[in-house]
């Protein structure tokens, strides 16, 4: 059984994708040392001018960790801070193992991410399966962020791969429209059950949920 698909690479944004996250409970213990409550100081790390900052590579780590400190008292240091900050994520397993097989049956597997630098270092340090893609698109390396042009470029450049050949799993409408407007095969992510049944649809997975290309 040979796949019919024209998919060549699978593109996985991070955030709710194959990582769960709540910027809430970051807040929660940040804010135990501060001056602002939790639901102001979540808002801070994570909708806020100063977050897309730091996620287009414009704030270092300490200069994001001064701006936060300024702006809501927090006490403790740096250190404090990034293990605060950073500690917020749960793998989506279902996902990972997604991840595990396409890359077993030799499909290429990409990172695309509008992050930081300190979640990715925390990522790297606590889950092993964030070594095994073929390579990473993470905004504050370049510049820009998803739904921009420009870092959708970077990801074909770094694949060699484009429109129709890339399969796109992202829970932003915005980005994944984006990625469709290139031709790429785009996917809504709203649970893990229903983006396996996309990719079923789309012929990159079997009914019975192998790829059908190990025997190919
Ligand atoms: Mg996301």
Redesign the pocket.
């Known amino acids: 059984m040979k796949s019919n698909s024209a998919i060549r690479a699978v593109v996985f944004?991070?955030?709710?994708?194959l990582l769960d996250f709540d910027y809430g409970i970051a807040a929660r213990q940040l804010s135990r040392r501060s001056r602002m409550d939790p639901e102001p100081l979540a808002r801070l790390l994570s909708q806020s001018e100063l977050i897309c900052r730091f996620e287009t590579g414009r704030l270092s780590a300490r200069e994001f960790f001064d701006e936060v400190r300024a702006a809501s008292g927090f006490g403790g240091s740096f250190e404090e801070f990034a293990e605060c900050f950073s500690n917020i994520f749960t793998p989506i397993e279902p996902m990972v193992r997604l991840q595990e097989r396409l890359r077993r049956e030799g499909l290429g597997t990409f990172v695309f991410?509008?992050t930081n630098e300190l979640a990715v270092n925390h990522i790297r340090k606590a889950y092993p399966f964030f070594a095994n893609f073929d390579g990473y698109v993470l905004s504050y390396e370049h510049g820009v962020m998803k739904p921009d042009a420009r870092l959708y470029e970077v990801l074909e450049r770094l694949a060699g791969r484009r429109g129709g050949e890339l399969l796109y799993l992202?829970?932003?409408l915005e980005?994944v429209e984006a990625g469709a407007r290139r031709g790429w095969q785009a996917v809504l992510?709203e649970n893990p059950e229903k983006t396996m049944a996309a990719l079923r649809r789309l012929g990159v997975l079997h009914p019975d949920g192998s790829t059908g290309r190990a025997a190919a």
């Open positions: 944004d991070l955030g709710k994708v991410s509008n992202d829970d932003r980005n992510q």
